[in-house]
């Protein structure tokens, strides 16, 4: 779902007028507002057609701009069969829906023509059309300046946009502008996002703000109502066309035509003297009609079916290529799953052995030298000093087992030496000199 706080135009079956659309306008979460009135005439009065105006909401006075689409006749290719069927005559041409239309913009006037281009089996359908930089004139006192020349429109430096359909089968659009247009040269860049246009149900607009600062349109009014007009009838007619958009099976009092000729050539022949005569060159195009309306039907059910069957191969390839796409996910996710399961295994076994030769080395070598304690705790006292070395003289490592020195208050300067009572030196003295 896209953000709420984009602007967005939301659009709405009139209720006094089904044919008309009305224009709610939404920005940063607020209450929807009429804003446009794109209106439809009634199949009577736009027979042979297709055509869309946009209007002022308030004021239905004021047009912005309008589409007016006919259709293009082509003639059918027959088989040999219906050719015979029809004793030779040129089949009657059958209306197709042009490639390309016009949005018509007013005040400035200016006609922007979007041309299609068809999709292919790896690439969507697209819609482009062209927008000039700069639509109004300066400011100029000159009187030349202020005269309405037109200027020539391949000098004018345009910018692209596209309108292209986000699948196959989807009806919802993605606009882009895609470049700019000089002299006729096109410089392609980067797609940039403009705009989104959801089909479903009722039709949502939405225009992609944070990058309209990249679009250099001085017409910003004019780039909005060409979006609006552009999607609209590029639904009408492409998307979600319906069965008769030219209303071409319609007369000027909106019923259905039973037989496209006119009622004067019937009625003639019994008014006229000698009716019996006059009846049988009539008979022969009522004969003819017949064939000609059936074999018209059995080509368009011909179309039909054709269409159908290209649709569900189209669908039968996309469903087979996701089942391929599902099994090779399912197979590389067994054969990460597997890979995980025999490191694990693996891993388990090393610890495994490892757990096996530490058992085996404690009980071979016992746990002497395993004690890793502190040496100062209660339960294990420092181990005794080694010895200390013994010198020559007595006096720097006396013996161990020396009898307690006697009480005395020390030698005195003059005094005679206190006795010494401790045993000579275990080592032998030296013999005289």
């Known amino acids: 779902m896209l953000d709420e706080n984009l602007p967005t135009y939301r659009f709405k079956s009139s209720s006094e007028n089904p044919l008309n659309n009305i224009l709610y306008f939404t920005h940063n979460g607020s209450d929807p507002t009429p804003e446009y009135l794109i209106k439809r005439p009634a199949p009577s009065e736009a027979n042979g057609q297709y055509a869309l105006g946009i209007f002022d909401s308030q004021n239905t006075s004021v ?12 003639a059918p290719t027959l088989s040999a069969a219906e050719i015979r069927a029809q004793n030779g005559n040129p089949p009657p041409k059958t209306p197709i829906i042009p490639d390309n239309f016009a949005v018509s913009l007013y005040n ?31 400011p100029s006192a000159s009187q030349i300046d202020q005269e ?14 596209r309108w292209k359909r986000d699948g196959r089968l989807s009806k ?20 940039i996002t403009v705009a989104f246009f959801r089909a479903k149900h009722d039709s949502t607009l939405t225009i992609y703000e944070p990058n309209m600062a990249r679009v250099e349109i001085e017409d910003r009014r004019g ?27 319609t007369s000027s009092n909106g019923r259905r035509r039973q037989n496209s000729r006119p009622a004067a050539s019937s009625s003639a022949g019994p008014t006229m003297a000698g ?31 054709a269409e159908t069957r290209r649709l569900q191969a189209m669908v039968a390839e996309e469903e087979r290529k996701r089942l391929e ?34 058992e085996r080395l404690r009980r071979e070598y016992g746990m002497a030298g395993q004690d890793f304690q502190s040496p100062t705790s209660p339960g294990h006292p420092s181990p005794p000093l080694p010895p200390r070395p013994q010198f020559a003289s007595g006096a720097l490592n006396p013996p161990n087992n020396l009898p307690q020195r006697p009480n005395s208050v020390g030698p005195t300067p003059y005094g005679a030496p206190q006795p010494n009572f401790a045993p000579p030196p275990s080592q032998a003295q030296p013999g005289p000199q």
């Open 108 to 138: 400035p006037d200016q006609a922007i023509p979007v041309k299609q281009q068809p999709g292919s089996w790896g690439k969507t359908g697209a819609w482009e059309f062209e927008l000039p930089e700069r639509s109004f004139k300066l």
């Open 148 to 161: 309405d020349r037109p200027s020539l429109a391949e000098l004018v430096p345009k910018v692209v946009f």
């Open 275 to 305: 009716a019996l005569n006059n009846n049988r060159p009539s008979s022969p195009p009522r004969a003819q009609a017949s064939p000609q309306q059936s074999s018209n039907q059995a080509q368009r059910e011909a179309e039909v079916e």
């Open 172 to 191: 919802d659009m993605t606009c882009y502008m895609t470049g700019r247009n000089v002299g006729g040269k096109k410089s392609k860049e980067p797609d």
């Open 223 to 249: 780039l909005e109502i060409a979006l609006l007009m552009s999607a609209e009838t590029i639904k009408d007619l492409y998307l979600n066309p319906s069965q008769d958009p030219f209303h071409l099976q």
């Open 325 to 358: 796409r599902e099994a090779q996910e399912e197979d590389e996710r067994k054969r990460i799953q597997k890979m995980l399961e025999t490191e694990e295994q693996e891993r388990r076994k090393r610890d495994a052995e490892v757990e096996q030769e530490t």
């Open 63 to 74: 047009i912005y701009a309008e589409v007016d689409v006919k259709p293009d006749w082509v």
